[in-house]
């Protein structure tokens, strides 16, 4: 089967509040396939098919070691039949690959699915749309496709906007989604019906990600709720590592028997705050809330190591992902 003939993902229930009143079910985007996973296949699917078309046989791509778009551009290039290079953030990783590869389970799948890096110093890594840069890449890997970090352009978003199905359209009121470049939100808010909100639950700290998601939507039915809960990008606290142990631990059914793992960095964030909304009355009363489950899950093994070396509690239902 081709990676991108998906079907809808389904619908799970989360969790009811308010007598059952208010609804939250979570989209399993991440169960579309195993390595290129949520919201990165909706966001490679027409990059990748734009990459055929225009006779490219490289996609060169850009990322931090656990990053989530590295590893699905991996194995999407891998299975579509490219040649893949990672830009990485980090030049010390370069120093002594083998030792690298050991300790990071991203670059180490990446790697055996044939991706090639060019490890680069934060400074580099900064400027790596600038002239300067893109020439030493050029010089280096000639005409290749680019895929910007994070994947977002503008045929993620027409990707991202083949999420939501008919039925999503009518019978939610709410959507909700996290947020890194802003990709996958704009592509919801652009698909969602009028009497639709979106929540848009940003991993980042600052007040900028209204104005990127704006970048490539006309719509206004959306809300950002910007990280200013946990400390920023990627940090997390010992309450958030619990909420999503408990999560898992009630998601586990005999009709979901493998239950609803999340990811600390985004989807976990956007259900802690959810749940926090629904708690303080923000959202009240008969709604229907849909949270898009954008997948991740591969980051949980490095997150979980890094909290352990600080002594801090960990995700236990990783041995059950
Ligand atoms: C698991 C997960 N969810 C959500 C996002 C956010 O997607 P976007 O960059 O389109 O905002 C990312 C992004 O990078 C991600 O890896």
Same mark, same amino acid.
């Given at each position: 089967m081709n990676l991108f003939d998906v079907t809808n993902a389904v619908n799970q229930s989360f969790k009811d509040y308010n007598d059952g009143k208010t609804r939250v079910d979570i989209k399993?985007?991440?169960?579309?396939?195993?390595?290129?996973s949520g919201n990165k296949l909706r966001k490679l699917k027409y990059n990748i098919l734009e990459a055929q078309r225009q006779g490219h046989n490289t996609l060169l791509t850009y990322g931090g070691a656990f990053s989530n778009h590295i590893a699905a551009t991996a194995a999407a290039g891998n299975i579509c039949g490219f040649k893949t290079i990672g830009v990485i953030r980090? =030049?010390? #990783?370069?120093?002594n690959l083998e030792k690298t590869l050991g300790g990071n389970k991203t670059l180490s799948t990446a790697h055996a699915l044939g991706m090639q890096f060019k490890f680069v110093s934060r400074s580099n890594y900064r400027e790596k749309y600038d002239d300067k840069f893109q020439k030493v890449l050029n010089a280096e890997y000639g005409h290749v496709y680019h895929i910007p970090e994070g994947g977002t352009n503008h045929l993620a978003v027409k990707g991202t906007e =083949?999420? #939501?199905t008919v039925k999503d359209k009518d019978y939610y009121d709410y959507i909700c989604v996290a947020a890194g470049t802003g990709g996958t939100a704009a592509g919801i808010i652009n698909s969602t019906a009028p009497h639709q909100k979106v929540l848009v639950f940003s991993a980042?700290?600052?007040?900028f990600m209204f104005d990127e998601i704006a970048r490539y939507t006309h719509r206004e039915n959306f809300m950002v709720f910007d990280e200013?809960?946990?400390?920023?990008?990627?940090r997390s606290s010992d309450g958030l590592i619990k909420f999503m142990n408990g999560r898992f631990r009630e998601s586990v059914?005999?009709?979901?028997?493998?239950g609803i793992p999340l990811e600390p960095i985004y989807t976990g964030k956007m259900m802690y705050r959810l749940e926090h909304l629904v708690k303080t009355g923000v959202i009240s009363g008969e709604t229907r809330i849909l949270a898009i489950h954008?997948?991740?899950?591969?980051s949980v093994t490095g997150y979980n190591a890094m909290l352990e070396k600080k002594g801090k509690i960990t995700l236990d239902y990783i041995n059950e992902i």
């Open positions: 399993r985007e991440d169960l579309l396939h195993e390595l290129v980090g =030049e010390e #990783l370069g120093h =083949e999420i #939501l980042l700290k600052g007040d200013n809960r946990f400390g920023g990008y990627a059914t005999s009709e979901n028997p493998k954008t997948g991740g899950l591969q």
